[in-house]
């Protein structure tokens, strides 16, 4: 026989041993237990009572939920596990110093929990790098804000960090007062505007009051919207420069009445200074659309997507001094702040000769940051990921923002190692992120969705982010794509309620309970807030964002009081918000249940129900906003309508064929889980929206004016306020939105074929 003829027979029959050997073990696998011969009844009748489980089947040790019960006996040893003793002191490690992304502090968290989280039983841990570009400010030369008579003689200085509360001043590891991204320029003027929040619709009123923006310095209140669409908004009117600063109004409200803020209440104190990001796409600056590895393509500096104009923030201490020196007529009424002062519009100081000087110096460079990603190899489906992300960086000590959900993601993973120890191992792998850079624009998330683009739409079946676990403990917020609507809510009704003192048995009843946000139980607004944002906007994963949040009836933060200052601390936690961490704990059987109920299902607990009422929602409020200037144009949702019709009957028609299967083969169950975790993929257009192209997503988006709320069919939005909003005939902005509307038809189509019986074309 020919050499290398008898090396491929050998091959041959070594293959065909090896495929005989793993057909023989999926046969024992699938079809008997250890104690029984007898296979395991996938009949639901077979099962007497919700919550029993087949003890035809044990998997690698793992009892198997059956029926409605998504997660089993390690369901609720998860729950018995879990301690928030742990979680306090995770927290209290997490904000021992600043860890501001691009530091040795960031760095030295990122190891710890590499090493912890080896030690704790994941069977792989790995730090994975991105060289991006981070914005830091010049410690040599801080940011600031002057004031300077008619003789150039400096008369106000603002402060560069807080007054510390314990006397002891701040180590290096808390950042002076910046705005990341915010262009080092030095801007020297007798002229101030006062543009209340600085929303597009400010802008707009200023200019009607025959008070003109371009080339002058706006200063805006903090809140409302997100900052970076602040600074934009002032380079569409042509500002020469911005300052933002905390007013009362919103972190202090008492103030006027002499309540007391923090360390005695959770009211920002008077010199507290709020940081943050003011970019407004997500993800490395100087790599749009592609990692930020070695070799990768750097865009120059003067085309980079960030802002142009020089911008700083301040306390209102310091604001105060610089309003009470505006002159021109007053603001508007429900513009006013809670200064003890009278706010004025500008543009002129009211001292003639005075002028201010707004300095910026902050210092672009390129510098590694480093996401920690551990996984637990799934025994059954070791392809397909269910994540639990969180980013790990913050602008100062970060109790709310990251760490509080940080020192959950902790004790989830200790908890689960435990599990694994007792026998359990899930049937998908789960896959635990902790992300680099989340305060400068989710670059760490960005960046490896980017780079694993192909493996992540393959693998990923949901992405389940938490940002900050607590900010108040009033009742849940949570928001959701579709598909996870029905998990989140059956793990709430076995999630253990936080406080049973209140009178509730389950975390299903408190929610419900309580008001919320929103008129619905879970809504869509993902927008563009925290690390899940490419996993929906890039590669359609079912994703979730959830918090414990406010009572939006009795308080009205956009932010919460100390958010992004160095008031932020561990104390700030333990003494008010969570002493006893009883509602991080809640949350975090919550994401825990979660997890198991999408690693562990046979069939993804996905209901298609859900699908159809968001596609209905997101078409009547098209209709209401839009449906006369359609109308008046010629142009029709009615396809669209009709398509949504005819999706609601085909995945009510694979609802039912699930409901009849008594018995569900391996590969059977393999492919009907992929129909589901294929359908929010539909909505991807590789073009994106015709004036955001960065925004893939057709069907769950972010307002082009505000990056902290959503829009369904936001790229039919764009293209309607565009239309709605240009002078003339406009023939090109209504063909883009005849356009839109015949791709979001296309998309819905797409979701339709893709649930279609597979047994058909």
Not at 263 to 288: A, E, M, N
Not at 605 to 628: A, H
Request: hydrophobic residues 35%; aromatic residues 10%; charged residues 25%.
């Amino acid at each position: 026989m020919d050499r290398r003829l008898g090396a491929a027979f050998a091959a041959l029959v070594g293959v065909f041993g090896l495929i005989c050997a793993i057909e023989g073990n999926l046969k024992n696998h699938f079809s008997a237990s250890p104690e029984s011969d007898e296979p395991c009844p996938y009949d639901k009748s077979n099962v007497a009572e919700r919550g029993q489980y087949c003890q035809g089947r044990r998997d690698l040790g793992r009892d198997k939920p059956f029926g409605d019960d998504y997660f089993g006996r390690f369901g609720d040893e998860l729950i018995e596990e879990m301690d928030a003793l742990n979680i306090e002191n995770n927290l209290r490690y997490l904000t021992s110093q600043g860890h501001m992304a691009g530091t040795k502090q960031d760095l030295e968290q990122a190891e710890y929990l590499r090493k912890l989280w080896l030690e704790q039983g994941l069977d792989q841990v790995e730090l994975q790098p991105y060289e991006v570009q981070l914005s830091h400010p010049n410690l040599a030369k801080p940011n600031k804000v002057y004031l300077m008579d008619e003789e150039g003689q400096v008369k106000f200085t603002s402060t560069i960090i807080e007054e510390p509360i314990d006397g002891v001043e701040y180590d290096e590891s808390i950042p002076p007062a910046f705005l990341a991204f915010a262009p080092a320029g030095t801007v020297v003027t007798n002229e101030l505007v006062y543009v209340n929040y600085g929303r597009y619709e400010d802008f707009l009123q200023t200019e009607s009051m025959g008070i003109k923006i371009e080339g002058r310095v706006v200063i805006a209140k903090f809140g409302s919207i997100f900052r970076g669409d602040k600074i934009l908004n002032a380079q569409r009117f042509n500002a020469s420069g911005v300052i933002l600063y905390t007013d009362p109004r919103d972190y202090h409200p008492e103030s006027e009445t002499g309540g007391a803020a923090y360390p005695h209440s959770l009211w920002l104190p008077g010199s507290g200074i709020q940081r943050g990001s003011i970019v407004w796409r997500d993800g490395d600056p100087t790599t749009p659309d592609y990692p930020a590895l070695d070799g990768a393509y750097r865009v120059p500096e003067n085309e980079t997507d960030t802002p142009k104009i020089p911008a700083h923030t301040l306390s209102y201490n310091d604001a105060r001094k610089l309003l009470v020196n505006m002159g021109g007529p007053e603001v508007p009424q429900s513009w006013k702040g809670k200064l003890n002062i009278t706010y004025r519009m500008g543009p002129k100081l009211a001292r003639e000769g005075w002028t201010l000087k707004l300095e910026v110096n902050n210092v672009k460079k390129l510098l590694p940051t480093y996401n920690v990603i551990g996984m637990i190899r799934g025994s059954e489906e070791p392809d397909r990921h269910i994540m639990l992300g969180n980013h790990r960086d913050s602008w100062t000590f970060g109790s709310c923002d990251p760490s509080s959900a940080t020192a959950v993601q902790m004790e989830l993973v200790r908890s689960f190692g435990q599990l694994m120890k007792k026998g359990w191992r899930p049937r998908r792998s789960i896959v635990f992120a902790s992300w680099g850079a989340g305060e400068y624009g989710f670059f760490g998330s960005w960046e490896m969705v980017e780079e694993y683009l192909k493996v992540l739409e393959m693998r990923l079946v949901a992405h389940l982010n938490v940002d900050l676990a607590v900010i108040y403990t009033y009742n849940l917020q949570i928001s959701a794509t579709p598909l996870l609507h029905k998990i989140i809510k059956e793990a709430t009704k076995r999630t253990p309620a936080p406080d049973k003192s209140l009178g509730y048995e389950t975390l299903w009843d408190h929610w419900t309970d309580r008001v919320r946000a929103s008129p619905d139980l879970i809504d869509y607004n993902l927008a563009s807030t925290s690390e899940h944002s490419p996993f929906y906007q890039r590669i359609g994963v079912p994703t979730s964002y959830m918090l414990w949040e406010i009572n939006f009836d009795e308080l009205d933060w956009s932010d919460y009081p100390l958010y992004h200052t160095a008031f932020e601390d561990f104390n700030a936690m333990k003494t008010i918000l969570d002493p006893e961490f009883r509602y991080h704990l809640s949350l975090g059987h919550l994401w825990g249940l979660m997890t198991i109920g999408l690693a562990d299902a046979e069939i993804l607990p996905m209901d298609l129900e859900d699908e159809i009422t968001m596609l209905r929602k997101m078409l009547k409020g098209l209709e209401d906003e839009y449906g006369q200037a359609l109308k008046e144009r010629g142009i029709t949702l009615g396809y669209v309508e009709s398509t949504i019709n005819r999706f609601a009957e085909v995945a009510r028609d694979f609802s039912m064929r699930l409901e009849d299967i008594s018995e569900i083969p391996p590969l059977l169950a393999r492919q009907l889980n992929d129909q589901l975790v294929m359908l929010e993929k539909c909505y991807i257009d590789t073009e994106g929206s015709p004036y955001r192209p960065y925004m893939k997503n057709k069907m769950f988006g972010t307002s082009d004016f505000n990056q902290y709320k959503s829009w369904l069919a936001p790229a039919v939005r764009d293209a309607l306020w565009q239309a709605t909003h240009c002078e003339g005939q406009c023939r090109h902005q209504w063909q883009l939105v005849e356009k839109e509307i015949a791709v979001l038809q296309y998309i819905i189509n797409s979701a339709l074929l893709i649930m279609k019986d597979i047994q058909k074309l």
